[in-house]
């Protein structure tokens, strides 16, 4: 499976695309396609600080549940409004309409600690090997 | 720590890959979990057809003059009132009460088979073993060379026809007939695990191949999908059938879980009997009730359930129902608590989940002949 090059990653499968000093995060194909169906996510009042590994929601799938965990540090500046009336774009598009927040950074610098896609795709290997 | 193990296959192992299915570890089998997604997997059975692979059940043979008297003694439904070609649900019970298993037993006209969960299947055939009278009874584990397949929906007798007996399409619920399928020797059951109607064909794992891509080409103009354990789940989930593991185990009884109908205390003597008719006779303190949400995050089973601020259960099957388009689960709370209607919360890490007491079935429009 290949993951996107023009964002970045967590080990725990969130995704992260920076533009301008605020971050767009989602959750990656391959906690998808772990998850299986998305019926429901439930994500932070805008304006809420999030720390650096520290839960912002939860996305329920049919058969399991599972917290998101803040890729950077800052506030929630944004929510996907559509994922209310339709969680399954989180399984059809993961990095695109299925983007969950947005996250003004803290600081900038800490945007490029995260996984590269090669690392990533390393990470999902060695989890399986 | 456990030694590494190598996962056991199924003939289908192979199809299932080529499916795309997500294949898992379940009961130390590599067993497909989902091929396209959980809720359209489920659509398929409760709107057409679906083939699961079960193989990983447990098949016992059981044979010999004594072979009656020894299922009616570890078993808690009436065996006897078995009738040749048809099938029956039961416990199997600790003397303690506690559910060793669920099973299904077929009686043919020599001899029983008794079907088991995979998960139990090495404690079910050591516990009956031990039961075993000296003489009378020969007892057999056939599970390593029995395939198991599910043809589940509504259109399951359609997909079968001219490839079964005709008499098999006309087998009432809970009934089975020895016959071919696709010119393979096998067991032709109208049972299921998920509220359709359909059948559950036992065969010789050698002519897995045969079976599985004749069902494949006969059901490709009747929409026939796969289905793996995920959907699996929540088709029996809003039947409210019980899964060992979750809902019932060695800790809890049959008359716990709503299983009273199964638990023949007219029978003359049979394990676990003591236990449960003094259960029955002091009264229950806690019983399994099926619950739905609003909203939409979901029951995980381990989930405590509250009431009136204390907490009353907790939670032991929960999941989205696709039928419903809403979460549904069971559990098991103090026996004032069970009446429909009745207000619960249940923990969900730090929020509390407003729920209240259904009857089950949650769903009620299921296509299986009753």
Sequence with gaps: MAYPDDVRYTAEHEWAREQGGVVTVGITSYATDQLGDVVF????????????????????????????????????????????????????????????????????????????????????????? | MTAPTTLKRTPFTEFHRAAGAKLVDFAGFEMPVRYTGDVREHQAVRTGVGLFDITHMGEFIVRGEGALAFLDQVVTNDVSSLAVGQALYSPMCRPDGGIVDDLLVYRYADHYMVVVNASNMAKDFAWMQQQLPATGVTFENHSDSTALLAVQGPKAAEVLRGHVPDAALELGYYRFMPGPVFGVEATLSRTGYTGEDGFELYFPMEHGVKVWEGLAAAGAAHGLELIGLGARDTLRLEMGYMLYGNDIDDTTSPLEAGLGWTVKMAKSGFTGRDALAKQKAEGLKRKLVGFQLDGRRVPRHGMAIFSGGRQVGHVTSGTFSPSLERPIGMGYVETGLTASGTALEIQAGTTMLPARVTARPFYTRGSHRS
């Design chain 1, 41 to 129: 996510v439930e994500l932070p009042e805008v304006g809420r600080k999030v720390e650096v590994g520290g839960t912002f929601g939860v996305v329920e799938a049919v058969k399991t549940v599972s917290d998101l965990f803040a890729p950077v540090a800052g506030e929630v500046v944004e929510i996907n409004p559509a994922l209310g009336d339709n969680p399954a774009i989180v399984n059809q598009d993961p990095y695109g309409e299925g983007w969950m927040v947005k996250i003004r950074l803290a600081d900038p610098a800490e945007f490029a600690k995260l996984l590269g896609s090669a690392d990533y795709e390393k990470l999902i290997e060695e989890h399986h090997a």
